[in-house]
Nanobody, 123 residues
């Protein structure tokens, strides 16, 4: 059974930082594009970040560009999402994904998903 396991979520004040991690014992991340998505209550799951197979290309929507950074540690087979300058609107469940999408922003093109980790930004 394919498993991606996210961790690192929690409660943080506006302007604060969190680092999310995604690990897997069944998916070798260096063989896939990896992505982070998020879903707030009552909203669609939206694209947050993606990292190419080579690890050299990253993609972000304008809403998080300059604040979020996706990275990968191949020795640990772990993907990270460093989130800085967090805003109230960043509150959501964050999901890790892996796959070979034609368009990295399309969630339906990722094959593997984690269960999500809650991030709450609140004062």
């Amino acid at each position: 059974q394919v498993q991606l396991v996210e961790s690192g979520g929690g409660l943080v004040q506006p302007g604060g930082s969190l680092r999310l991690s995604c690990a897997s014992s069944t998916v070798t991340f260096s063989n896939y594009y990896v992505g982070w998505f998020r879903q707030a209550p009552g909203k669609e799951r939206e694209f947050v970040a993606a990292l190419s197979v080579s690890g050299l290309s990253t993609h972000y929507p304008d809403s998080v560009k300059g604040r979020f950074t996706i990275s990968r540690d191949d020795a640990k087979n772990t993907v990270y999402l460093q989130m800085n300058s967090l805003k109230l609107e960043d509150t959501a469940v964050y999901y890790c994904s892996a796959g070979r999408p034609r368009n990295v922003r399309y969630r339906d093109e990722y094959s593997y998903w984690g269960q999500g980790t809650q991030v709450t930004v609140s004062s």
